[in-house]
């Protein structure tokens, strides 16, 4: 018998973390910290633990609760649950069931651990169901990362002459130690006609590097005014990494800065212990362009678990899935 | 860029089998004789065949057609298609179309190959969608066999305890060369009733089974003292695979373990015949744990299908579809 627990409010970020770190399928979205970003924007971040019968953990999750009127309480996990997926069962729905504190609760899950038919049985087996309108994907590019030579020769021959290309640049690219949202910015106002891009708020990089900075690496490039050209981050922890922002002017980009940036960035990432490098989703009917760069790193397309959800009524699941058709950026 | 093209019966009587062997992914269900199986139940089967430009065989498909009212046409790939998969892409379903002489088209495909994701980008990436309401589980267990020492060793020590019991009762196990229908259906008959099954086999489809898919077919059975049948295990070999089509129990079977025995018989004969595949056919761990354990102690190893994608001419066609399938599903 599997019991589900709020965690302690004694528990550290860093004891969270660190448990964290102790499951296969642990990642970004699930740290403290990324709570902590997610709660700047009006939700509250709820912590669980799993513990089996000789109180041994075996899973966890982080998840993001909103209340709206009625009492009508939204649940949002993304990156979660981790662990022993036998947990992620009818114990954890009536846990989550009470500490939202409400009788119509709807939860989405967004698990990041590769597609395997056997999870998908579990889940279905303890009553959720596939998202009839997910928010991403469900598909990243993954990069297995070892060493220089091996990310070198593995890159296709487009990436190969763009990053030559782009060598010209090599000086100007540094780590940013403390990266100037104002010049962030300023590359994103520049890229504005360019298609397919998030839109950056300010206060979500402030939130972001504010409350992740320390699991933050960004790479810059200036210009020769010494402007920001370009610049490129991901976020890291563990042995994992995943890209998180990138941006060029049109100056950078007809340097091939981003080729450059995202070389520097990954030799970094090597250094430090990174060994699974996630290029942060892939839409297999999106931009041919994005697809293109992504694979032409090396990378490999993963299918994610993805995103499963669970309601106290159907009803409920239905005007949720709706509301999140309508509105989903905020999730 | 492929062209898919309709092979004529009598072309696909002569060569299918033959062209299907050279795919690494082939299976019974693509077999010429599984298609004319299926014909006896109302299935027309189409079999297309795709070529590059230089005239070289890519890639296969058998699939089962079924018209419906309004010229509504359902397409059932089981085990396929075969080959390159960056052929199973809007050439084949204009053939699929073409074929069908319909615009209301659905078509299912169940690919027996090992999941990898590679694979299963290609697909998305050519519109194909993951089946929304499955036929099968998806996962099986199978074994890549050398000779029957490295089967034998590969159990547990539970199934073997099962097996050595299962030899020392009064039953015998034995090729079963000429089946009886009839004496299978009683078999069925007394499981059905003791696990609360529905109709697994119908006598028909028994029938049709043994009659046009004979060459292939492998059949043991588990012979009491008195002469009574009490179970039977029957797989279908093709080239140097196999798969397990039919295993049933008679109550007094079960109490002798005699489908240890049985599968033990059926497996070390798939091996003399030079079988290297064997695929137990199915399991699911989670709703079917029972099933799972005494396949799993076998020493087989879970293996993933890359499992059902559909594709539609249309959205509503392709909702009403699943869910006419999650409701009767029996006939696929």
Partial sequence: MITWHPVSNETSPGEWDNNLLLYPDYNIYQAYAWGQHREDFGWKPLRLTARDEENNPVAMMQVMLRRYPGNVVLLWSPGGPVGNIEAWNENLHQELVRQAGSGNVFCRIASQRAYQTVDVLHLKAASWTKSSRPLNSGWTMMLELSDEDRFLSGLSKEWQLKLDRSQKLEKSITLWEKPELNAMLKVYDAMEDYEGLEDHSRDRLQSLFQRCGENILIFKCLGDNDEVIGFRACTFFGDKAWDLLGGATPEGRKANVSYGLTRAMLNHCMKMGVKHYDLSGIDPFGLKWVIDYKKGTGARPLEYLGEWEWSTSGWLKRGANWAIKKKGDGL | ?332
Avoid at chain 2, 118 to 131: G, N, Q
Avoid at chain 2, 145 to 174: D, F
């Fill in chain 2, 1 to 332: 860029m492929v062209n898919w093209q309709v092979l004529s019966e009598q072309i696909s009587a002569e060569t299918w089998d033959n062209k299907l062997l050279q795919m690494p992914d082939y299976n019974m269900y693509q077999t010429h004789a599984w298609g004319r199986h299926r014909s006896n139940f109302g299935w027309t089967p189409l079999r297309l065949v795709a070529h590059d430009e230089e005239n070289n065989l890519k890639a296969m498909l058998q699939v089962m057609m079924r018209r419906y009212p309004g010229n509504i046409v359902l397409l059932w790939g089981p085990g396929g298609p075969l080959g390159n998969i960056d052929a199973w892409d809007d050439s084949l379903r204009g053939a699929l179309i073409k074929a069908a002489r319909s615009r209301r088209v659905y078509c299912r495909i169940s690919s027996l190959r090992a999941y990898s994701g590679e694979d299963a980008f290609t697909l998305v990436s050519s519109s194909w969608t993951r089946c929304s309401q499955p036929l099968n589980s998806g996962l099986s267990l199978c074994f890549k066999l050398k000779n029957e020492e490295q089967y034998l060793k590969g159990m547990t020590k539970n199934w073997r305890y099962n097996l050595n019991r299962a030899k020392r009762q009064e039953q015998s196990v034995s090729l079963w060369e000429d089946p009886d229908i009839d004496e299978i259906r009683k078999i069925y008959d007394s499981m059905e009733e003791l696990k609360g099954l529905d109709v697994q086999h119908t006598a028909e489809d028994l029938h049709s089974i043994f009659q046009v898919c004979r060459d292939n077919m492998v059949a043991y059975h588990c012979v009491g003292n008195d002469g009574n049948i009490l179970g039977l295990k029957a797989c279908f070999v093709f080239g140097s695979k196999a798969t397990d089509l039919l295993a049933a129990n008679a109550a007094e079977g079960r109490k002798t373990s005699a489908s240890y025995w049985l599968a033990a018989a059926a497996v070390t004969h798939a091996i003399n015949r030079g079988v290297t595949h064997y695929d137990l056919n199915g399991v699911d761990p989670v709703s079917n744990p029972g099933v799972f354990k005494f396949k799993k102690e076998t020493g087989a190893q879970l293996f993933e299908y890359l499992g059902e994608w559909d594709w539609s001419t249309s959205d509503w066609l392709k909702k009403a579809f699943n869910w006419a399938i999650a409701n009767r599903s029996g006939g696929m």
